[in-house]
Protein backbone atom coordinates (compact mmCIF):
# COMPACT_ATOMS: atom_id res chain seq x y z
CA UNK A 1 0.00 0.00 0.00
CA UNK A 2 0.80 3.68 -0.76
CA UNK A 3 2.32 5.13 2.51
CA UNK A 4 0.62 8.13 4.15
CA UNK A 5 1.43 10.47 7.03
CA UNK A 6 -1.07 11.53 9.37
CA UNK A 7 -0.87 14.67 11.63
CA UNK A 8 -2.18 12.81 15.03
CA UNK A 9 -3.36 13.79 18.24
CA UNK A 10 -4.95 11.39 19.55
CA UNK A 11 -8.81 12.72 19.60
CA UNK A 12 -11.75 11.40 18.05
CA UNK A 13 -11.47 13.14 14.44
CA UNK A 14 -7.94 12.14 14.08
CA UNK A 15 -8.90 8.47 15.39
CA UNK A 16 -11.49 7.98 12.79
CA UNK A 17 -8.63 9.12 10.03
CA UNK A 18 -6.34 6.39 11.41
CA UNK A 19 -8.39 3.54 11.37
CA UNK A 20 -10.23 4.64 7.92
CA UNK A 21 -7.47 5.28 6.26
CA UNK A 22 -5.48 2.39 7.67
CA UNK A 23 -7.67 0.03 5.12
CA UNK A 24 -6.18 1.37 2.28
CA UNK A 25 -3.11 2.98 3.07
CA UNK A 26 0.35 2.35 4.98
CA UNK A 27 0.17 5.01 7.81
CA UNK A 28 2.69 6.76 9.88
CA UNK A 29 1.08 9.00 12.60
CA UNK A 30 3.06 11.92 13.72
CA UNK A 31 2.40 14.57 16.45
CA UNK A 32 4.42 17.19 16.92
CA UNK A 33 5.09 18.39 20.67
CA UNK A 34 5.60 22.51 20.69
CA UNK A 35 4.72 22.64 24.46
CA UNK A 36 2.31 21.16 27.28
CA UNK A 37 2.54 17.07 26.82
CA UNK A 38 4.38 15.11 29.98
CA UNK A 39 5.77 11.94 28.84
CA UNK A 40 3.14 9.90 30.08
CA UNK A 41 0.73 11.63 28.03
CA UNK A 42 2.58 10.97 24.55
CA UNK A 43 2.93 7.51 25.47
CA UNK A 44 -0.66 7.19 25.73
CA UNK A 45 -0.98 9.03 22.40
CA UNK A 46 1.21 6.42 20.80
CA UNK A 47 -0.52 3.52 22.69
CA UNK A 48 -3.92 4.84 20.68
CA UNK A 49 -2.27 5.40 17.65
CA UNK A 50 -1.30 1.64 16.87
CA UNK A 51 -4.84 0.26 18.07
CA UNK A 52 -5.84 2.63 14.93
CA UNK A 53 -4.08 0.40 12.82
CA UNK A 54 -0.89 2.52 12.42
CA UNK A 55 2.29 1.23 10.86
CA UNK A 56 4.44 3.66 13.05
CA UNK A 57 4.08 6.59 15.32
CA UNK A 58 6.57 9.15 15.83
CA UNK A 59 6.53 12.42 18.49
CA UNK A 60 8.75 15.42 17.49
CA UNK A 61 9.94 17.30 19.89
CA UNK A 62 9.79 21.01 18.93
CA UNK A 63 9.34 23.57 22.03
CA UNK A 64 12.74 24.64 21.09
CA UNK A 65 12.60 25.46 17.55
CA UNK A 66 8.64 26.89 17.98
CA UNK A 67 10.52 29.16 20.47
CA UNK A 68 13.22 30.05 17.93
CA UNK A 69 11.19 30.13 14.91
CA UNK A 70 7.86 31.55 16.22
CA UNK A 71 7.52 32.70 19.97
CA UNK A 72 10.85 34.59 19.69
CA UNK A 73 9.58 36.95 17.15
CA UNK A 74 5.92 37.43 19.48
CA UNK A 75 7.68 39.18 22.23
CA UNK A 76 9.58 41.10 20.15
CA UNK A 77 6.60 42.69 18.09
CA UNK A 78 4.85 42.52 21.53
CA UNK A 79 2.03 40.35 19.37
CA UNK A 80 -1.34 40.55 21.08
CA UNK A 81 -3.97 40.16 18.08
CA UNK A 82 -6.85 42.47 18.62
CA UNK A 83 -4.69 43.66 22.05
CA UNK A 84 -5.87 40.65 23.78
CA UNK A 85 -4.51 37.34 22.17
CA UNK A 86 -0.87 36.31 22.27
CA UNK A 87 -1.87 33.50 19.22
CA UNK A 88 -1.59 30.88 21.71
CA UNK A 89 -2.69 27.94 18.84
CA UNK A 90 -2.39 29.86 15.43
CA UNK A 91 1.06 29.91 16.07
CA UNK A 92 1.84 26.16 17.30
CA UNK A 93 -0.28 25.19 14.18
CA UNK A 94 2.26 26.91 11.50
CA UNK A 95 5.66 24.99 13.76
CA UNK A 96 3.73 21.92 13.68
CA UNK A 97 2.34 21.78 10.41
CA UNK A 98 6.06 22.20 9.16
CA UNK A 99 7.45 19.40 11.45
CA UNK A 100 5.10 17.33 9.64
CA UNK A 101 5.73 17.67 6.03
CA UNK A 102 9.28 17.49 6.41
CA UNK A 103 8.65 14.34 8.36
CA UNK A 104 6.45 13.19 5.18
CA UNK A 105 9.34 13.75 3.49
CA UNK A 106 12.02 12.00 5.30
CA UNK A 107 9.86 8.64 4.59
CA UNK A 108 8.85 9.67 0.77
CA UNK A 109 5.42 9.55 1.68
CA UNK A 110 3.31 10.61 -1.35
CA UNK A 111 -0.38 11.28 1.18
CA UNK A 112 -0.42 13.46 4.03
CA UNK A 113 -3.97 13.56 6.26
CA UNK A 114 -5.10 15.95 8.75
CA UNK A 115 -8.61 15.90 10.68
CA UNK A 116 -9.76 19.33 10.18
CA UNK A 117 -13.43 20.09 9.30
CA UNK A 118 -14.01 22.82 6.77
CA UNK A 119 -15.31 25.42 9.42
CA UNK A 120 -12.08 26.57 10.71
CA UNK A 121 -8.66 28.00 10.54
CA UNK A 122 -6.48 25.13 10.97
CA UNK A 123 -7.65 23.20 7.62
CA UNK A 124 -6.08 26.65 6.24
CA UNK A 125 -2.70 26.60 7.98
CA UNK A 126 -2.27 23.07 7.56
CA UNK A 127 -3.03 22.63 3.53
CA UNK A 128 -0.98 25.89 3.07
CA UNK A 129 2.16 24.77 4.76
CA UNK A 130 1.80 21.32 3.35
CA UNK A 131 0.96 22.63 -0.30
CA UNK A 132 3.88 25.14 -0.59
CA UNK A 133 6.81 22.79 0.76
CA UNK A 134 5.71 19.61 -0.71
CA UNK A 135 3.65 20.17 -3.95
CA UNK A 136 3.68 16.12 -4.64
CA UNK A 137 2.29 14.96 -1.71
CA UNK A 138 -1.57 15.19 -1.88
CA UNK A 139 -3.49 16.30 1.14
CA UNK A 140 -6.13 13.86 2.06
CA UNK A 141 -8.72 15.27 4.48
CA UNK A 142 -11.86 12.41 5.15
CA UNK A 143 -13.30 14.77 8.08
CA UNK A 144 -13.89 17.76 5.62
CA UNK A 145 -14.36 15.84 2.67
CA UNK A 146 -17.28 13.42 4.28
CA UNK A 147 -18.50 16.19 6.43
CA UNK A 148 -18.75 13.83 8.73
CA UNK A 149 -20.57 14.27 12.27
CA UNK A 150 -19.24 13.22 15.79
CA UNK A 151 -22.08 10.69 15.95
CA UNK A 152 -20.82 8.94 12.51
CA UNK A 153 -17.28 8.87 13.68
CA UNK A 154 -18.01 6.92 17.02
CA UNK A 155 -20.20 4.59 15.14
CA UNK A 156 -17.63 3.88 12.92
CA UNK A 157 -14.81 3.32 15.09
CA UNK A 158 -17.58 1.24 17.37
CA UNK A 159 -18.42 -0.55 14.19
CA UNK A 160 -14.47 -1.40 13.54
CA UNK A 161 -13.90 -2.44 16.84
CA UNK A 162 -12.29 0.56 18.77
CA UNK A 163 -13.76 0.99 22.12
CA UNK A 164 -13.54 3.77 23.57
CA UNK A 165 -14.44 6.99 25.43
CA UNK A 166 -15.76 9.74 23.05
CA UNK A 167 -17.82 11.69 25.02
CA UNK A 168 -17.27 14.90 24.41
CA UNK A 169 -15.70 16.94 27.06
CA UNK A 170 -17.90 20.03 28.13
CA UNK A 171 -14.78 22.41 27.64
CA UNK A 172 -12.26 21.71 24.88
CA UNK A 173 -8.19 22.60 26.02
CA UNK A 174 -5.14 23.03 23.63
CA UNK A 175 -2.39 23.33 25.69
CA UNK A 176 1.12 24.37 24.89
CA UNK A 177 4.34 26.67 25.22
CA UNK A 178 2.40 30.04 24.64
CA UNK A 179 -0.55 29.39 26.43
CA UNK A 180 -3.88 27.36 26.29
CA UNK A 181 -6.87 27.92 24.47
CA UNK A 182 -10.39 27.09 26.00
CA UNK A 183 -13.44 26.20 23.92
CA UNK A 184 -17.21 25.40 25.45
CA UNK A 185 -20.66 25.71 25.19
CA UNK A 186 -20.51 29.89 26.63
CA UNK A 187 -17.76 30.60 23.48
CA UNK A 188 -20.28 29.74 20.94
CA UNK A 189 -22.62 32.90 21.66
CA UNK A 190 -21.78 36.66 22.28
CA UNK A 191 -22.84 37.05 25.88
CA UNK A 192 -21.73 34.30 28.76
CA UNK A 193 -18.42 34.41 30.13
CA UNK A 194 -16.74 31.31 30.90
CA UNK A 195 -16.88 29.91 34.37
CA UNK A 196 -13.80 29.74 36.39
CA UNK A 197 -13.98 26.40 36.63
CA UNK A 198 -13.56 26.13 32.45
CA UNK A 199 -10.12 26.66 32.96
CA UNK A 200 -6.87 24.26 33.59
CA UNK A 201 -5.46 26.51 36.44
CA UNK A 202 -7.18 27.38 39.53
CA UNK A 203 -6.16 29.77 42.08
CA UNK A 204 -3.80 28.10 44.34
CA UNK A 205 -2.18 31.25 46.09
CA UNK A 206 -3.12 34.68 48.13
CA UNK A 207 -1.56 37.62 48.49
CA UNK A 208 1.56 38.67 46.68
CA UNK A 209 5.14 37.41 44.72
CA UNK A 210 7.59 39.72 43.00
CA UNK A 211 9.30 38.04 39.94
CA UNK A 212 12.29 39.69 37.96
CA UNK A 213 12.63 38.75 34.44
CA UNK A 214 15.68 39.58 32.90
CA UNK A 215 16.31 40.56 29.37
CA UNK A 216 19.24 40.08 26.85
CA UNK A 217 18.42 41.83 23.36
CA UNK A 218 14.96 40.73 23.78
CA UNK A 219 15.31 37.72 24.57
CA UNK A 220 13.94 36.16 27.95
CA UNK A 221 17.24 34.99 29.48
CA UNK A 222 16.53 34.31 33.47
CA UNK A 223 13.83 34.38 35.74
CA UNK A 224 14.37 35.45 39.36
CA UNK A 225 18.47 35.83 38.13
CA UNK A 226 18.73 32.12 37.31
CA UNK A 227 19.93 32.37 33.77
CA UNK A 228 18.20 29.29 31.56
CA UNK A 229 16.79 28.54 27.76
CA UNK A 230 13.97 31.16 27.10
CA UNK A 231 11.90 28.23 26.69
CA UNK A 232 12.29 26.80 29.69
CA UNK A 233 11.77 30.50 31.48
CA UNK A 234 8.81 30.62 29.89
CA UNK A 235 7.94 27.32 31.37
CA UNK A 236 8.84 28.28 34.96
CA UNK A 237 7.49 31.60 34.82
CA UNK A 238 3.67 29.94 33.76
CA UNK A 239 3.81 27.42 36.74
CA UNK A 240 4.61 29.92 39.23
CA UNK A 241 2.20 32.51 37.84
CA UNK A 242 -0.47 30.16 36.97
CA UNK A 243 -0.73 29.46 40.66
CA UNK A 244 -2.32 32.70 41.16
CA UNK A 245 -4.72 32.13 38.38
CA UNK A 246 -3.43 35.07 36.02
CA UNK A 247 -3.72 35.39 32.05
CA UNK A 248 -7.25 34.63 31.60
CA UNK A 249 -9.56 36.11 29.10
CA UNK A 250 -11.76 35.66 25.92
CA UNK A 251 -10.96 36.60 22.55
CA UNK A 252 -12.68 37.69 19.97
CA UNK A 253 -11.63 37.71 16.07
CA UNK A 254 -11.84 37.69 12.76
CA UNK A 255 -11.23 33.98 11.47
CA UNK A 256 -9.71 33.23 7.88
CA UNK A 257 -12.66 31.94 6.50
CA UNK A 258 -14.47 35.18 7.50
CA UNK A 259 -16.47 34.40 10.44
CA UNK A 260 -16.40 35.49 14.10
CA UNK A 261 -15.00 33.38 16.27
CA UNK A 262 -15.01 33.43 20.32
CA UNK A 263 -12.42 31.40 22.53
CA UNK A 264 -11.05 31.94 25.81
CA UNK A 265 -7.68 31.52 26.87
CA UNK A 266 -4.96 31.08 29.81
CA UNK A 267 -1.90 32.59 28.77
CA UNK A 268 0.18 33.69 32.34
CA UNK A 269 3.17 33.73 31.22
CA UNK A 270 2.46 34.95 27.65
CA UNK A 271 0.71 38.07 28.95
CA UNK A 272 3.56 38.86 31.62
CA UNK A 273 6.64 38.41 29.05
CA UNK A 274 4.88 40.64 26.31
CA UNK A 275 3.73 43.52 29.12
CA UNK A 276 7.23 43.24 30.47
CA UNK A 277 9.09 43.08 27.46
CA UNK A 278 7.36 46.06 25.94
CA UNK A 279 7.82 48.22 29.18
CA UNK A 280 11.48 47.47 28.68
CA UNK A 281 11.17 48.56 25.16
CA UNK A 282 9.36 51.99 26.07
CA UNK A 283 12.39 52.67 27.86
CA UNK A 284 15.26 51.57 25.82
CA UNK A 285 13.89 52.51 22.41
CA UNK A 286 13.23 55.90 20.37
CA UNK A 287 9.76 56.78 19.71
CA UNK A 288 9.74 56.17 16.23
CA UNK A 289 11.29 52.56 16.63
CA UNK A 290 8.24 52.22 18.71
CA UNK A 291 5.73 53.44 16.67
CA UNK A 292 7.38 51.44 12.98
CA UNK A 293 7.39 48.12 15.53
CA UNK A 294 3.71 48.49 16.44
CA UNK A 295 2.30 48.33 13.41
CA UNK A 296 4.38 45.82 11.85
CA UNK A 297 4.07 43.62 14.05
CA UNK A 298 0.56 43.83 14.08
CA UNK A 299 0.99 42.56 10.10
CA UNK A 300 2.95 40.33 11.69
CA UNK A 301 0.95 38.34 13.97
CA UNK A 302 -2.00 38.70 11.90
CA UNK A 303 -0.33 36.94 8.51
CA UNK A 304 1.63 34.11 10.96
CA UNK A 305 -2.42 33.84 12.40
CA UNK A 306 -3.41 33.14 8.44
CA UNK A 307 -1.00 30.85 7.80
CA UNK A 308 1.22 33.48 5.49
CA UNK A 309 4.03 32.45 7.93
CA UNK A 310 6.21 31.18 4.45
CA UNK A 311 5.46 34.33 2.50
CA UNK A 312 9.10 36.20 2.59
CA UNK A 313 7.75 39.14 3.86
CA UNK A 314 7.64 37.47 7.01
CA UNK A 315 11.45 36.99 7.09
CA UNK A 316 12.06 40.54 6.02
CA UNK A 317 9.92 41.41 8.98
CA UNK A 318 11.79 39.61 11.40
CA UNK A 319 14.82 41.10 10.60
CA UNK A 320 13.78 44.22 11.41
CA UNK A 321 12.59 43.02 14.64
CA UNK A 322 15.44 41.06 15.52
CA UNK A 323 17.24 44.29 14.70
CA UNK A 324 14.69 46.43 17.06
CA UNK A 325 16.35 44.40 20.04
CA UNK A 326 19.79 45.62 20.37
CA UNK A 327 19.57 47.84 22.86
CA UNK A 328 16.49 46.09 24.50
CA UNK A 329 18.58 44.69 27.88
CA UNK A 330 17.41 44.94 31.29
CA UNK A 331 15.66 43.54 34.26
CA UNK A 332 11.65 44.13 34.79
CA UNK A 333 9.81 43.40 38.38
CA UNK A 334 6.61 42.55 38.14
CA UNK A 335 4.24 42.01 40.94
CA UNK A 336 2.25 38.92 41.15
CA UNK A 337 -1.39 38.57 42.90
CA UNK A 338 -4.30 36.51 42.01
CA UNK A 339 -5.87 37.16 38.85
CA UNK A 340 -3.77 39.77 38.31
CA UNK A 341 -0.33 41.36 38.24
CA UNK A 342 1.31 44.96 37.84
CA UNK A 343 4.52 45.97 36.23
CA UNK A 344 6.55 47.82 38.69
CA UNK A 345 9.66 48.88 36.65
CA UNK A 346 12.79 48.55 35.05
CA UNK A 347 16.52 48.79 35.50
CA UNK A 348 18.77 48.74 32.38
CA UNK A 349 21.91 50.63 30.95
CA UNK A 350 20.33 51.50 28.17
CA UNK A 351 17.43 53.34 29.94
CA UNK A 352 16.43 56.77 27.73
CA UNK A 353 15.49 58.28 31.01
CA UNK A 354 19.01 59.42 31.90
CA UNK A 355 18.17 62.05 34.98
CA UNK A 356 21.66 63.50 33.12
CA UNK A 357 19.35 65.36 30.06
CA UNK A 358 16.74 66.24 32.46
CA UNK A 359 13.51 65.55 34.47
CA UNK A 360 10.19 65.63 32.38
CA UNK A 361 8.01 68.36 34.02
CA UNK A 362 10.86 68.91 36.45
CA UNK A 363 14.12 70.57 35.46
CA UNK A 364 16.04 70.51 31.63
CA UNK A 365 19.78 70.30 31.70
CA UNK A 366 20.29 70.46 27.99
CA UNK A 367 18.86 73.59 25.96
CA UNK A 368 17.95 76.79 27.22
CA UNK A 369 14.37 78.95 27.83
CA UNK A 370 15.62 80.79 24.23
CA UNK A 371 16.22 77.52 22.81
CA UNK A 372 12.50 76.01 23.80
CA UNK A 373 11.01 78.94 22.62
CA UNK A 374 12.34 79.01 19.40
CA UNK A 375 11.72 74.99 18.68
CA UNK A 376 8.77 75.71 19.70
CA UNK A 377 8.06 78.64 17.23
CA UNK A 378 9.35 76.60 14.77
CA UNK A 379 7.39 73.47 15.37
CA UNK A 380 4.26 75.41 15.11
CA UNK A 381 5.02 77.61 11.62
CA UNK A 382 3.16 74.66 9.16
CA UNK A 383 0.10 74.81 11.35
CA UNK A 384 0.05 78.47 11.23
CA UNK A 385 0.26 78.85 7.76
CA UNK A 386 -2.33 76.34 7.00
CA UNK A 387 -4.86 78.34 9.43
CA UNK A 388 -3.87 81.62 8.38
CA UNK A 389 -3.88 80.43 3.97
CA UNK A 390 -7.36 79.26 4.70
CA UNK A 391 -9.03 80.80 7.34
Known amino acids: MKKLVIAYSGGLDTSY ?12 AVSVNTGGFTQEEIKHIESNAYKMGVSTY ?5 VSTFYQKVVKYLIFGNVLKNNTYPLSVSAERIIQAIEIIEYAKSINAEYIAHGSTGAGNDQV ?27 EEIDYLKDNGIEASWEKAKYS ?4 LWGTSVGGEETLTSEKALP ?25 IALNDKENAPEVNIEKLNNIASAYAIGRDIHVGDTIVGIKGRVGFEAAAALIIVKAHHLLEKHTLTKWQLQHKEYL ?44 FSLDGIVSKHDLMSAKFGSYGEENKAWTADDAKGFIKILGNQNKIYQQVNS
Open 196 to 220: SEAYPSQLEKEGEEKVTLTFKNGEF
Open 125 to 151: RFDMIFQTLAPDIKIITPIRDQKLTRQ
Open 17 to 28: CAVSLSKKYDVH
Open 297 to 340: SSFYGMHLHEGQYLDPVMRNIEAFLQSSQDMVSGNVTVTLQPYH
Open 173 to 176: INKG
Open 58 to 62: KNIDA
